[in-house]
């Protein structure tokens, strides 16, 4: 049976996330006033739990591994000082498409358009690297019940709407094998309002048949 790992649910949200905010933001008629208002107020929260993913692996996750692989965790955090570049730059640039003249806004969106893809390719490829790098070393170092407990301390320093958002984009990112055992778990330790937000969100999030499968699977 395969180990418990950190990363692949949360990256697969954040892969969801990055495909369907590129999809827009590349389609997305700037000179229309409306179109251009909601692509930019869209892309704010993204660019927010992308910033917030990092921060937690830093505080949460990476002091936990650095004692086994100081190198490693360097390069990871060096990684995540790029990043950190990139989002304010993308930040920036939904700003000033914000800000910008009607004639002048198309440019603008193009730009933006720009800086997203040079964030989207970098971090992507961040995601991978990290796949590849820290999941074995945890698993080589942490039994897992330890990885429980670290994954324990995430979802307990995370704000409950926090928790929803990213839920949410699991369920737009994980296949049914996952969702199944996610919802599994989630049916035997959380009190049943949490669970009645959690089948709001997958009703919210899947289409009709395959949210009925996941959900009779999970016994939700
Ligand atoms: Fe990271
Ligand atoms: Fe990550």
């Known amino acids: 049976m395969s180990r418990p790992d950190l990363f692949t649910a949360i990256h697969k949200a954040i892969r969801a996330m990055v495909y369907d905010a590129g999809g827009r933001l590349q389609t997305a008629d ?14 704010i929260p993204v660019l927010s739990l992308l910033r917030e993913h990092h921060h937690t692996e830093e505080e949460i996750v ?18 995540h000082e790029t990043i950190e570049t990139l989002l304010t730059i993308a930040g920036d640039a939904v700003s000033a498409t914000e800000t910008a003249e009607p004639a002048s806004r ?16 970098f971090y992507l490829e961040h995601l991978a690297h990290e796949e590849q790098t820290i999941v074995p070393v945890m698993w080589e170092h942490f039994t897992d019940e330890g990885l429980a407990a670290i994954q324990k301390a995430i979802m307990a320093s995370a704000k409950p709407q926090l928790v929803l958002d990213w839920l949410g984009w699991m369920f737009r990112g994980l296949n049914r094998q996952e969702l199944v055992s996610m919802l599994s778990d989630a049916k035997a330790s959380l009190p ?24 009779e699977q999970a016994g939700l």
Request: aromatic residues 6%; proline residues 7%; glycine residues 6%.
């Open 62 to 79: 990476f002091p936990q591994v650095r004692p086994f692989d100081e190198t490693l965790i360097d390069g990871l955090e060096a990684q």
């Open 106 to 121: 198309p440019d603008a969106g193009a730009e933006l358009n720009k800086r997203f893809n040079e964030l989207a390719a």
């Open 30 to 43: 700037f000179a229309d006033d409306r179109a251009a208002t909601t692509t930019t107020a869209d892309l």
């Open 192 to 215: 049943e309002p949490a669970l009645e937000g959690i089948r709001d969100l997958g009703a919210a999030n899947l289409e009709p048949e395959r949210w009925a499968v996941i959900r």
